[in-house]
Nanobody
């Protein structure tokens, strides 16, 4: 059973930056494709970014492309989401998720963290 714990959320002004972290335990991290998702109040959860097991392939939603970078450190069992030029519409609970797949493309995310709140003030 894989456990995921997110951290790094908080309150930031528009234009600011945050780095979210997701620490994994209970499994072989390097065998997991990882993703970040978010859910704003009253909206459905949406994909933000994902990364392959090796970290060699990354994918982004159009809403964050160019402003965010997903990365992973397999030695530390941690995946990161660096978010820059934050906008009020980025306000949401951000969730980390893991899939037992080589690539996150088309993968089913079986494991989810509890989420971390990101609030961007205008």
């Amino acid at each position: 059973q894989v456990q995921l714990v997110e951290s790094g959320g908080g309150l930031v002004q528009a234009g600011g930056s945050l780095r979210l972290s997701c620490a994994a335990s209970g499994g072989t991290f390097s065998s997991l494709a990882m993703g970040w998702f978010r859910q704003a109040p009253g909206k459905e959860r949406e994909f933000v970014a994902s990364i392959s097991r090796s970290g060699g392939n990354t994918y982004y939603s159009d809403s964050v492309k160019g402003r965010s970078t997903i990365s992973r450190d397999n030695a530390k069992n941690t995946v990161y989401l660096q978010m820059n030029s934050l906008k009020p519409e980025d306000t949401a609970v951000y969730y980390c998720a893991a899939a037992t797949a080589r690539t996150p493309v088309g993968a089913t995310y079986k494991y989810w963290g509890q989420g971390t709140q990101v609030t961007v003030s205008s």
